[in-house]
């Protein structure tokens, strides 16, 4: 049976893994006294670190109970801006460069003010690892 620790991970983390073909917390930790992980990146080699135990996990930030901006206490909705961008070029006639490309991004924001907020660590998403 092939076992496979890496389905623990992020994305990005678990394909540097397996690019070195690691895939078991028993290959992470040799990995990481042996050095090999030096080129992943600080986030990727946290991460790893975090799943075998030798950091402590994310402590996740807590949302307040008011908003930091107004000091409303009516709560925050979540915000999902879906953009849809399409590039073209021009030569005599309209023509089209680039297909189409969908982009979404969601926000918590204030009911009362309308202010963004952050989003609570570890579920903010973003550039990982």
């Not at 540097?16 to 080699?45: C, F, H, W, Y």
């Not at 991460?47 to 008011?66: F, K, M």
């Not at 909705?77 to 006639?93: F, I, N, T």
């Amino acid at each position: 049976m092939n076992h496979d620790d890496t389905v623990f991970l992020s994305t990005r983390t678990r394909n540097q893994l397996l690019i070195r073909n690691i895939r078991t917390m028993a290959q992470m930790q040799t990995a990481i006294e042996s050095d090999q992980l030096r080129d992943v990146g600080p986030k990727a080699l946290a991460e790893v670190r975090r799943l075998l135990g030798l950091d402590p996990p994310l402590v996740p930030e807590v949302i307040g109970s008011t908003c930091p901006r107004c000091g409303g206490d009516s709560g925050y909705r979540v915000s999902v801006q879906l953009a849809q961008v399409r590039e073209y070029g021009w030569r005599g006639d309209l023509i089209q460069v680039s297909a189409e490309q969908l982009k979404t991004e969601s926000q918590l924001v204030c009911r009362d003010c309308d202010h963004r907020l952050a989003l609570p660590l570890p579920h903010r998403r973003g550039d990982s690892a």
